[in-house]
Every structure is written in structure tokens, then in C-alpha cells.
């Protein structure tokens, strides 16, 4: 069965530095891979996919997310942090027709 | 090109009252997904539906939950005799028949029993 982890409750980041949201994948076959972003009660949002191509897929906000087939990871990151990411992200695998969430990683960033 | 409708935003019942979910998915897309979020935790799958038919329900409670996606009209989330662990965000997610890697989602129903 397809999984996704995320090994990380929380992340902290000062504002202005580079953020990373991990994420490990196990899949039978070839992986659909995706990251969303939660704000406090609100819907989810999508921010990136990878399906096939190059393996630094590049999405909304100026988030980026790399597939490393070798360590089944597919780490969200983002150059700059800004305040307003502070968020919950949620890593996710498409097994068939189910989404499989990862349990979230709750990002907080200092000004 | 609207996105995927979910109403009521938020929904109050209190115990043993039944709860309805509406979904009205993006046009075009034939095929609903449904999906719980308890507190503080991640999405998961409830039930798959195409118009008229029930495609897979392997994540749903196996009583009084229920779900319909009828030939005209949105898809229902029905939850009877609610309880107060069925608080919970209920999102709906929508494809099209040949595109159903590409899954979006509403923004979800919060439902709070009382």
C-alpha cells in the first residue's frame, strides 16, 4: 500500500531564511506525489505535484519540491520563509483513486 | 470556472441529530472523493463516487454514515444520529472521469456536535 511520512511535527524558521518540510514516500510503481498547505480553518490548498519529468518540481508561492527516488523523499522547500507560511503542509500520495495523507507538519516563522 | 462547492461551511447538530453534506463538484468532473479530517490530524479517505454509483467506501464508518451522488444535484454526506466524534472537517474532492490523478478540493464543512 501506497504511505507517506512526515517526521516532523513542527518545523521553526526565521523569516528571510530557507524552509524544508520532509517527506518520505512508499509506493509500489511509480509515485503521484503532492504537497498542500492548510491555513487555520480553511480549506486545503495545492501547492505542487510531481508525476513524471524533472525531479525539482516547482509550484505556487514560490515553493519547490525535490523527488529523490534513491531516498523515497519528496522535501518541500522554499528559499525566503515569509510570516504568512506559517502553516500546516501536508505531504500526499495518490494510490489509485484515494489521496493518502501524510499526518502534517505545523511550519511556524519568526519575524 | 467555479471550483469544487461544499455547503453548509459550517454545520452545528447536536447528538442524535442527522447531519447532510452537499458537494457540487467542478464542472466538467464526473467523479466525487470524500474525506474526514479529525482534529489535529491528516485527511483520510471515506468514499469514491461516480454519478449513481458507489466506487469504493472502504474508509467509511460502517453504520450510520452514508453517501449519494445522484444523477443531477451534488453528492451528500449523510450522517445520521451524529455523534460527538463525528466533529470533524469533511472535504469533498472532485475529478474528471479520465484525470482522476488530478483530485481538487473544497473547502471543506466543519462539523461540530454539540
Known amino acids: 500500500a501506497q504511505s507517506v511520512a512526515q517526521p516532523e511535527d513542527q518545523v521553526n524558521v526565521a523569516e528571510g531564511n530557507p524552509l524544508t518540510v520532509k517527506c518520505t514516500y512508499s509506493?509500489?510503481?511509480?509515485?503521484?506525489l503532492f504537497w498542500y498547505v492548510q491555513y487555520p480553518n480553511r480549506g486545503l490548498q495545492f501547492l505542487l505535484k510531481?508525476?513524471?519529468?524533472?525531479?525539482l518540481v516547482k509550484g505556487s508561492y514560490g515553493f519547490e519540491a525535490e523527488f529523490n527516488k534513491s531516498q523515497t523523499s519528496f522535501h518541500l522547500k522554499k528559499p525566503s520563509a515569509l510570516v504568512s507560511d506559517s502553516a500546516l503542509y501536508f505531504c500526499a500520495v495518490r494510490d489509485r483513486f484515494k489521496t493518502i495523507f501524510g499526518a502534517g507538519t505545523r511550519l511556524f516563522v519568526k519575524a | 470556472n467555479a471550483g469544487v462547492m461544499q455547503n453548509p461551511r459550517h454545520l452545528v447538530r447536536r447528538r442524535g441529530q442527522e447531519a447532510r453534506l452537499r458537494c457540487s463538484p467542478m464542472?466538467?468532473?464526473?467523479?466525487v472523493y470524500w474525506y474526514r479530517q479529525l482534529p489535529e490530524e491528516g485527511l483520510k479517505f471515506m468514499v469514491y463516487?461516480?454519478?449513481?454509483?458507489?466506487?469504493?467506501e472502504s474508509g467509511m464508518p460502517k453504520e450510520r454514515f452514508s453517501a449519494e451522488f445522484p444523477k443531477e444535484g451534488p453528492s451528500i454526506l449523510r450522517i445520521q444520529q451524529v455523534v460527538r466524534g463525528d466533529s470533524a472537517a469533511y472535504f469533498c474532492?472532485?475529478?474528471?472521469?479520465?484525470?482522476?490523478?488530478?483530485?481538487?478540493f473544497g473547502p471543506g464543512t466543519r462539523l461540530t456536535v454539540t
Open positions: 509506493v509500489s510503481g511509480n509515485p503521484y
Open positions: 510531481y508525476i513524471t519529468g524533472d525531479n
Open positions: 474532492a472532485s475529478s474528471r472521469a479520465d484525470q482522476i490523478v488530478e483530485q481538487y
Open positions: 464542472k466538467g468532473h464526473s467523479h
Open positions: 463516487l461516480q454519478k449513481e454509483n458507489i466506487i469504493d
